[in-house]
């Protein structure tokens, strides 16, 4: 199936979702977090012959409730496209492209508190000839709890149903198949959805722009709806250092997946992209022991059972 | 120029002074941090039918010299080479392969007391039919001294020299290119020597086997001694948390440099190597601030200067 061009007024809209979602976000995480600073920056990079772009970001670190909470939009334009970009569409590799997208990563100060990850995007290249939206999140707890787990679904779902009856099942599955640490035999956290490759060309999501970026604005909303309940019902637990000496060990792994295996980070190392934006992924402090086991039976212990993909539905 | 196939008398005595230099780098860690256990073990790698090996370790970890030193020597043979294996011997990836090394990573606890890293290594593909060495070593300080950088660099050049006038200057710049961070701009450290590649086909380092091993003995040799002379000469220095909080954040940049770029890291990862044994070159603890700048005309701000290639001799 041949894919329809978009203009400029599609391309208009997405990114206005994209920046609302950004504020939106940010305005979120400061009233979940009322007493830390949060910082908020504009960026533009001067345009090369080879990039252009222009950015924002929100970022609350070492706060009260969150050890790190950045959101970050940017909109960069480029003359030739890295071949991370997409795995699938090497076809247009060295082309001009434009890459928008926000993405937030929140990690909680409270270990009972699961870190969080959302990322909606569109890639055009050739001016809008080809495009393509992406878009998820995904959930990773420390200590897992079923209810978390499956009204994260539950929100996933009812973001993808409208869009046809096997999108959940389909973008799930992706989910569990991309954050996985495969040196580790484990995924990142209890997934949610990612999807890659979103135009009217997916026979799966199927549809016009409308309704794929329809779908994205689901996915973007949900994840803040979602994200916000799950905080507020987990973030006021009892903890203490053996709580937070667990949650540092699961920060290093978070770290392994992102600087090793995440598409989006080499694709931003490729490209030059900001790097203090590209590593605000990272949390603010993780920890590596040799051969790390949790004892047998303890609450630690229990994690490994939610590291492999399940059906929460 | 054609290599010389090896044979078994090669490969053996190659594996034989690995496994003594793991031993004497054990040896070293464990009387420069004498209160401190030192975790030492032995693994085989059950053989299937593309992957057998075997490999020894020994680890100090938390110490009162060393946050964590290791020391990891492992032999795994397979029957298809990763593409991650060379760079230049592209033609071999899919081969029957064997490959050999020892390889080191130390965080000293004192923040004056630079990181250090050096690997020594043999490849060979077909039994031997093609064969390469490779090897090096580097130092990674959190606070600079000159005294340290040209010690460290005199012993480098010193292990070259018998190879060939022209050697370290070599290694000594393909060290400069390797450890570099693009997105940070900045090389991982002040370097020393790197090679990936020395045969007898090798017009720079010349010379039949016996030729190149004895160049791999002296790296091996010269990273011991020049090592320890650094960190006794450091680790009694004064220091509080100031110097902490910095080292921690370098540590975050040696984790990105190690898991998005180091190529043994992901030749490892593509190998599905021993996991705890790849990564045990991570620091114990790190941490990321967003858009971190030392202080101008501080101490900590001086590192920057030192993280270009520099000609130290």
Not at 153 to 177: I, M, N, T, W
Not at 237 to 265: C, K, M, S
């Amino acid at each position: 199936m041949q894919v329809t061009p978009i203009g400029e007024r599609e391309i208009g809209a997405a990114r206005e979702y994209f920046v609302g979602l950004h504020s939106r976000l940010s305005d979120a995480w400061a009233s979940l977090d009322p007493g830390s600073a949060q910082h908020r920056d504009e960026w533009t990079r001067p345009p090369t012959d080879v990039l252009a772009g222009n950015g924002r970001l929100s970022l609350i670190e070492l706060g009260a409730t969150f050890d790190r909470a950045g959101v970050a939009f940017s909109d960069v334009s480029g003359a030739k496209l890295p071949a991370a970009a997409s795995e699938r569409h090497t076809g247009i590799a060295g082309q001009p492209f434009r890459a928008m997208g926000t993405s937030v990563v929140v990690h909680p100060v409270n270990p009972y508190a699961p870190t969080s990850h959302a990322n909606v995007r569109l890639f055009t290249a050739r001016g809008g000839e080809m495009w393509w939206f992406g878009g998820g999140f995904d959930l990773t707890p420390v200590y897992p709890f079923d209810e978390d787990a499956r009204d994260w679904h539950q929100a996933a779902k009812a973001a993808c149903d409208p869009a046809g009856p096997s999108v959940y099942a389909s973008l799930k599955e992706a989910c569990d198949r991309y954050f996985y640490l495969p040196h580790r035999g484990e995924t990142r956290g209890i997934g949610g959805l990612f999807a890659d490759d979103v135009n009217d060309a997916n026979e799966e999501v199927g549809g016009d722009f409308e309704h794929c970026f329809a779908l994205i604005r689901r996915i973007g909303d949900a994840y803040l709806q979602a994200y916000v309940e799950v905080v507020k019902r987990r973030r006021d637990t009892p903890f203490g250092e053996r709580e937070q000496a667990f949650q540092r060990l699961r920060r290093g792994r978070y770290v392994e997946f992102n600087l090793a295996f995440d598409r989006g980070t080499r694709f931003g190392l490729q490209s030059s992209a900001r790097t203090e934006s590209l590593l605000m992924s990272l949390p603010p402090r993780a920890e590596w022991r040799y051969d790390h086991h949790a004892e047998p039976g303890s609450p630690e212990a229990r994690l490994a059972d939610y590291l492999k993909p399940r059906q929460w539905i």
